[in-house]
């Protein structure tokens, strides 16, 4: 993605795969991330995925932005775990590209996230 995701960096995600209309991220869960139940807070999950998102549809020359997204939470995560975003282009229209973005800890899915982005 161009420039620097200082959001990103405060969260602690680290890319591990990229290329066009594809991106892998992955973040260790510390206590800042979690909630007063002692979860991950949606919040970060939420950020985790939209980060992969973006480095998907932004790859190389690409301007996009979100313009809808959604999340499902599938089970719970805690302090310590490694979480793993993949963000896989399902369409690539000409204004708009459809995302799918799974989350797991190790080989168990945890999140559910589909966006659209509009190509600019």
């Known amino acids: 993605m161009k420039g620097t995701d200082h959001y990103a960096e405060l969260l602690g995600i680290k890319v591990l795969e990229i290329k066009d209309g594809y991106c892998k991220v992955e973040m260790r869960i510390g206590k800042q991330h979690t909630n007063a139940m002692g979860y991950t807070h949606g919040g970060a ?5 939209d980060y992969a998102f973006a480095e998907a549809c932004n790859f190389g020359d690409n301007i996009a932005v979100g313009i809808q997204v959604d999340i499902k939470y599938l089970r719970p995560t805690t302090e310590g775990d490694v979480l793993i975003a993949e963000a ?3 369409s690539d229209g ?3 590209g459809v995302y799918q973005v799974l989350v797991y800890k190790e080989d168990k ?3 559910l996230f589909s966006a659209i982005a509009f190509k600019k």
């Open 94 to 96: 000409k204004t708009t």
């Open 45 to 49: 999950i939420f950020s985790l995925a």
């Open 109 to 111: 899915l945890t999140a």
């Open 88 to 90: 896989k282009q399902i």
